[in-house]
């Protein structure tokens, strides 16, 4: 195992290709009011997988690839049972 970073967050759009916008949330205590606070930032990650919206990514550290994508998705952790299915006509 190497030790570049991996995050864990679920895909909020897929309307790229080959890229794919992952939304990574962590929770953390206040440091002064001792409240939980939810913070999330997006990744651009390459994807070569196929990911949909809604499905839970596993992303890991690369080179930067473009501009704005330096995140690879290196797997999926769970497919989101709720997507629509299409279904294509037969002809």
């Known amino acids: 195992m190497n030790n570049r970073r991996r995050l864990t967050g679920v895909v909020v759009s897929d309307k790229m290709q080959k890229t794919v916008v992952v939304e990574v ?3 953390y205590r206040h440091r002064l009011y ?3 606070v ?3 930032k997006r990744y ?3 994807d070569e997988l196929g990911c949909k919206v809604g499905d839970q990514v ?3 550290e690369s080179r930067p690839i473009s501009r704005r994508k330096r995140w690879v998705v290196e ?3 769970q497919r989101d049972e709720a997507a629509p299915v299409v279904m294509e006509d037969e002809q």
């Open 44 to 46: 651009m990650a390459h």
């Open 75 to 77: 797997k999926i952790l």
């Open 38 to 40: 939810s913070d999330s």
């Open 25 to 27: 949330t962590r929770t």
């Open 34 to 36: 001792g409240k939980v």
């Open 58 to 60: 596993q992303i890991v």
